[in-house]
Nanobody, 122 residues
């Protein structure tokens, strides 16, 4: 499956952004989807994941209550609504697809998008 992330940009602290990831090439609903992020000089960190049906989600503690992951299997997209953004949310955000169950480990995701930059100014 090929993934294309979009929607990043520059926003002030307290603002909102909505990231989207478009999938193609395989049956989208067969994949668990996740969002990860990587700040300069740091490892790639888990942000959120959603089950194949969209019925269950999981979030990193740092974004719980501020970010919402969703998917549209008819449109082959997964989204990340980010509210109340903080400067520490600044990173390149990646969408990823897994053939296995929902998980926080990046190693469980075989397919990755190219990343989209999110910058939050203070």
């Amino acid at each position: 499956v090929q993934l294309q992330a979009s929607g990043g940009g520059l926003v002030q602290a307290g603002g909102s952004l909505r990231l989207s990831c478009a999938a193609s090439g395989r049956t989208f609903s067969n994949y668990v989807m996740g969002w990860f992020r990587q700040a300069p000089g740091k490892e790639r960190d888990f942000v959120a994941t959603i089950t194949r049906s969209g019925g269950s989600t999981d979030y990193a503690d740092s974004v719980e209550g501020r970010f919402t992951i969703s998917r549209d299997n008819a449109e082959n997209t997964v989204n990340l609504q980010m509210n109340s953004l903080k400067p520490e949310d600044t990173a390149v955000y990646y969408c990823a697809a897994s053939r296995y169950g929902p998980q926080r480990a990046a190693g469980g995701y075989a397919y990755w998008g190219q990343g989209t930059q999110v910058t939050v100014s203070s």
